[in-house]
């Protein structure tokens, strides 16, 4: 796929010493390191809220008559499941239209105790006859992305995604879709309690931040999901099919990098 010239456009030294380096300082409170055990995740300083217009994801849309209509919600309570127990419910689960044409229900993969979480839109149709995310050409690349920062897949690292099914042909998914299964990626960062969360494409950042986002805008920004700092970067399928943005990635990248030291040393 020709990764390697696009991911070596610059050093990874230059790129941090550069803007997003700073934005980390001014927005990110420094914690002392503590062991990776024992320590509470440290808290994020307020980052700059951009003027954006909050999405109805709990506010069900009103109907022809003006009557509320309730949206589509999990079955049952989630705040007691365990991981396994999730990820059953996650895979049984018919709370919106997504799962009449799914083959498997796709829950997440990696470390369940990881330090960063990146979370994408949805599967596609290798996730599909799979069930674990990013295992297409889309997740080759992704792959290739985390190997540039020295990280791996399943170590330190888990990958998810805003819907747990495949939406018909892959098309972005609806607002009443990402809002069905919100629960299900809450009660994993829940679980997971990670430093860092990389959302990857708009529906994604969408979903977490519970706001309109554009990408172009949003990078280079520090977000916060319940206290937990939130970076915004492209989506490896639109990278596949925007090549040259591989160089802005490339430098959000480089910037979650920079933040996640902040958060686990200080400086």
């Known amino acids: 796929m020709g990764l390697a010239p696009l991911w070596r456009l610059r050093s990874a030294q230059a790129v941090e010493q550069n803007a997003p380096e700073e934005l980390v300082a001014e927005q990110i409170a420094a914690p002392a390191p503590e062991p990776r055990q024992a320590a509470p995740r440290p808290a994020v300083g307020r980052a700059e809220a951009p003027a954006v217009q909050p999405l109805a994801r709990f506010m069900p849309p009103a109907a022809e008559g003006g009557a509320p209509v309730p949206s589509p919600q999990p079955a049952g309570d989630l705040a007691s499941l365990g991981w396994d127990e999730l990820d059953a419910r996650i895979r049984e689960c018919a709370a919106c239209d997504l799962c ?67 939406p018909p042909n892959n098309r972005t998914p609806e607002t009443a879709e990402l809002a069905a ?57 639109y990278l596949l099919r925007n090549q040259p943005d591989k160089a802005k990635a490339w430098e959000d990248l480089c910037f979650a990098r920079a933040t996640m030291r902040r958060l686990k040393h200080g400086a």
């Open 100 to 166: 009449k044409r799914r083959k498997r229900a796709v829950p997440g993969v990696g470390d369940r105790q990881a330090d960063w979480l990146f979370v994408g839109e949805g599967p596609g149709a290798e996730e599909d006859e799979r069930g674990e995310p990013f295992v297409g050409q889309a997740g080759r690349l992704l792959d290739a992305m985390l190997t540039t920062i020295d990280l791996r897949r399943g170590d330190d690292v888990f990958i998810g995604n805003a819907v747990k099914c495949r």
């Open 181 to 237: 299964c919100f629960p299900y990626l809450q009660r994993q960062i829940e679980l997971l309690q990670p430093r860092l969360i990389v959302a990857l494409g708009r529906p994604a950042a969408q979903a977490l931040l519970n706001q309109e986002i554009k990408i172009a805008a949003a990078r280079g920004k520090l977000f916060a999901y319940n206290g937990i700092p939130v970076i915004v970067t492209y989506h490896p399928a």
